[in-house]
């Protein structure tokens, strides 16, 4: 995203929202300031699963409500862990889900051009779990394929936990090279 829409989009969010804004506590960085941050989307991936609730920081960026009322700011942390419950379902029900809450909470759309689909991947991919490479590889097909989702498969084909996981890893990467040649 340009830095001059993203701009545009922060100036649209603070004036059209004013009233929605919540203060929480930074979950990880106790020593930080409080976050001003506005709830876009409750989902809730898997049914009976609990509902996961992201928003907007007044920076722009991602954050996830804990359920002591702190929330964590992805793009600060490093830290997608708490949005792996979206790699349950496919990708294009997941990113519907969040077009449909920013709609339905009237801010603007193009918000999902900077929702961490990538990263979210790519951390599952380096995963030491044996679950979560399993759902982020279903994904990879619908997203656009940058330098850190290929990481994570590069990883995952070294050291995947499965054989499984490593053949899949690496016949996508062939592919990728395919793409680029």
């Keep these: 995203m340009s830095g001059e829409l993203k701009k545009t989009l922060l100036e649209q969010l603070r004036h059209a929202t004013q009233d929605r804004w919540k203060i929480a506590r930074p979950r990880r960085h106790s020593d930080s300031d409080l976050i001003l941050w506005l709830p876009v989307a409750s989902l809730q991936p898997v049914p009976g699963d609990p509902t996961l609730t992201v928003g907007l920081s007044q920076n722009g960026t991602w954050v996830v409500a804990s359920i002591d009322g702190s929330v964590l700011d992805l793009e600060v942390t490093g830290n997608y862990l708490p949005l792996f419950p979206l ?7 997941a990113r519907n889900a969040l077009l449909e809450e920013l709609h339905r ?3 603007d759309q193009s918000w999902l051009v900077v929702f961490p689909f990538e990263q979210t991947v790519a951390a599952a991919l380096k995963s030491v779990s044996k679950y979560w490479p399993d759902y982020a590889l279903r994904w990879i097909p619908s997203l656009p394929i940058s330098d850190v989702v290929r990481e994570g498969l590069t990883l995952l084909e070294q050291k995947g936990r499965t054989q499984q996981q490593r053949h899949a890893a690496r016949k996508l990467l062939r592919r990728l090279e395919r793409r680029v040649l």
């Design 105 to 107: 909470n009237r801010i």
């Design 87 to 93: 790699l349950e379902i496919p990708y294009e029900a």
